[in-house]
């Protein structure tokens, strides 16, 4: 049997045989480790390791060793067979003894097992996998002619310009031209060879980001809340990097007070006493007022707190979104909630229902475990999609 015969049922997969051995493992490797990222996806994004290690971010993913093919005598308690079926390269169509049982449940066994390796990747290096597993919309810039940049892009050329733009390849041609044109001219190169690159400047939408973390760190947010919270952080701003050039982040923790922190300092913070969320959003304007021009900046915010705040601050933390809200392309509420069977019933959910119902650019998320931090990922990128779309 050729090696182009299709023995799996399925056309499409022809392609695969059109490759050498060599390189049919390299691309059947990388998708078994596409395949453990996603079966791992959870468990990558709520590993604290993410976080602990700022300077230099990882993640763990189990990958089962693959052997080459290769024969060998049969073992004993194993049965052959022949037929014909669907069968693809791969399937598993029964266990042998030895893997199901090995010499006892309690001893060590005698099988060959399976072997599994630990690899470690660089966050950005599996990123465009777990984005292209979510099938994640981009992130849209905010719309009109308000946040624009200017930018110099090559167009053309000239026989004049400064020497630094000078086209030596391009000289060449022209010098090359003219002397196959006369072939008398024994001068090698001569001004009207020149050519120089020219600059335009073109208008762009602007990819400036800023976004804004701002986190309850009061006593009634525990390490589990925490850590919900900072995780979600964490996943959401790697997904912002990806789409916007240019980001610059602001980290704000708050209890009835409000601090702004370094992007280290915040992840690690540790608060006291009450809550009050019109502390940490009026910090959140102070900045926004003082460095960023809203008309130069893509602003998100997102809010992360387990939703208790005092009932007499509503109004005010209700104003201080409101005023918010003009400058930000997006205002997320991540809830970290103690029990699945209040989700989003708290005073802070309740501002930000009203928010959206004055059609306001918000979207509420409740996260009560770790399995629930990705599809909060997943629901604040389609969120503010369909609110761009809307725009």
Request: net charge negative; aromatic share 10%.
């Amino acid at each position: 049997m050729s090696l182009t015969d299709d023995t799996s049922g399925d056309g499409g997969n022809r392609w695969y045989d059109l490759f050498s051995r060599g390189t049919r493992d390299w691309l059947r490797h990388n998708e078994k480790v596409r395949e453990a990222v996603r079966e791992n996806l959870p468990d990558l994004v709520a590993g604290s390791d993410v976080l602990s290690r700022p300077g230099d971010r990882t993640v763990q993913v189990p990958v089962k060793f693959m052997e080459h093919a290769r024969f060998k005598l049969r073992d004993s308690d194993e049965q052959t067979g022949a037929g014909q079926g669907n069968a693809k390269p791969g399937d598993v169509l029964r266990e042998s003894q030895q893997r199901r049982g090995g010499a006892g449940k309690e001893g060590g066994g005698e099988g060959e097992g399976s072997i599994t390796f630990v690899l470690e990747f660089q966050i950005d290096d599996i990123l465009d996998w777990l984005w292209e597993e979510l099938e994640l919309p981009h992130l849209q810039p905010k719309q009109g002619n308000s946040i624009e940049a200017d930018e110099y892009v090559r167009e053309g050329w000239d026989k004049r310009g400064a020497r630094s733009r000078l086209d030596r390849r391009r000289t060449m041609k022209e010098s090359i031209k003219r002397r196959g044109a006369h072939p008398e001219s024994n001068v090698p190169i001569s001004n009207e060879d020149l050519r120089f690159r020219q600059l335009a400047r073109r208008s762009r939408p602007s990819t400036n980001a800023v976004v804004f973390l701002l986190l309850d760190v009061s006593s009634s947010m525990d390490e589990h809340c925490r850590k919900l919270a900072k995780t979600f952080f964490f996943w959401a701003l790697q997904g912002i990097r990806r789409q916007f050039s240019q980001i610059e982040m602001v980290f704000v923790a708050h209890t009835v007070e409000a601090w702004e922190f370094q992007e280290e300092e915040f992840f690690q913070v540790h608060g006291q006493g009450g809550t009050k969320s019109s502390a940490g959003l009026a910090k959140v304007q102070e900045v926004l007022d003082q460095r960023y021009d809203p008309g130069q900046y893509n602003c998100y915010l997102f809010y992360a707190t387990d939703g208790h705040n005092f009932s007499e601050d509503r109004e005010a933390a209700m104003a201080a979104l409101e005023k918010l809200a003009p400058a930000m392309n997006f205002m997320g509420y991540a809830e970290v909630a103690h029990h699945s069977h209040r989700r989003l019933e708290t005073e802070v959910a309740a501002i930000y229902d009203r928010l959206a119902a004055e059609g306001l650019p918000t979207g509420s998320y409740s996260m009560v475990e770790e399995s629930d931090i990705w599809p909060a990922i997943k629901a604040f990128f389609s969120d503010q999609a369909a609110d761009a779309d809307a725009v």
